[in-house]
């Protein structure tokens, strides 16, 4: 009776070892899974083995941030291109207007400056979005852009952008995958039906 006792005390505390050993190598408190691999012996050692792995999932988190942290910096130094072009660029046409003596930003219609590639699309392709927003894609760890909508439609038309493609609309927060942005969604369906 004392061998059977002494035996299955052994294994209740091998069980919980093995419990203790992989819970820490996954991240895990050793000392509770000690305690459940004790008590709930095979199971226990089960129910920890199926567990994922918190640091590997820590690390990859840490990875994603970084990557995305990485785009952001990115987009932050294009837009601060794109707006110092932009600075030069109306600085030379409003020099260019004074040695002529005209003012061309009273001759420009209402159309100028809105996306008129509306024809550049196919026939039956879905309503734009609003043409002031600056759409960006990664590509190898880069961002690139900034691209009107009309221009992110041609590229999924391309199959430039695809639905796992990051992308990122001006105003926005964060990147999300192209396929899964509301705005560029009907593009993917036109695309593809």
């Keep these: ?3 059977i006792f002494l ?3 052994i294994v209740w505390l091998a069980m919980g070892a093995a419990c203790a ?3 820490n190598a996954k991240g895990r408190n050793a000392v509770g899974w000690f305690f459940i691999g004790v008590f709930l012996s095979l199971i226990g050692l089960i129910i920890i083995l199926v567990l994922p792995n918190v640091r590997e999932q820590d690390r990859l988190k840490n990875l994603q941030d970084a990557h995305n942290q990485r785009l952001q910096e990115q987009l932050r ?3 601060l291109k794109h ?8 600085a030379r046409l409003d020099n260019h207007d004074t040695e002529l003596g005209i003012n061309t930003r009273q001759l420009t219609s209402p159309l100028i400056g809105q996306s008129s590639s509306a024809g550049m699309l196919p026939p039956g ?3 734009q979005h609003p043409a ?3 759409w960006y894609y990664a590509l190898d760890g880069n961002s690139i852009g900034p691209f009107s909508v009309s221009r992110m439609a041609d590229l999924i038309g391309s199959g430039v952008v695809q639905n796992n493609t990051m992308v990122y609309e001006s105003g ?3 990147w999300v995958m192209a396929g899964a942005c509301e705005a560029l969604r009907p593009y993917f369906s036109y695309y593809t039906t």
């Design 132 to 134: 002031d927003s600056q």
């Design 7 to 9: 035996f299955q005390l």
């Design 125 to 127: 392709a879905p309503m």
């Design 172 to 174: 926005r927060s964060d």
């Design 83 to 90: 707006q110092a072009f932009q600075s030069h660029a109306s």
């Design 77 to 79: 130094q294009e837009r």
């Design 21 to 23: 050993a992989i819970a």
């Design 1 to 3: 009776m004392d061998d």
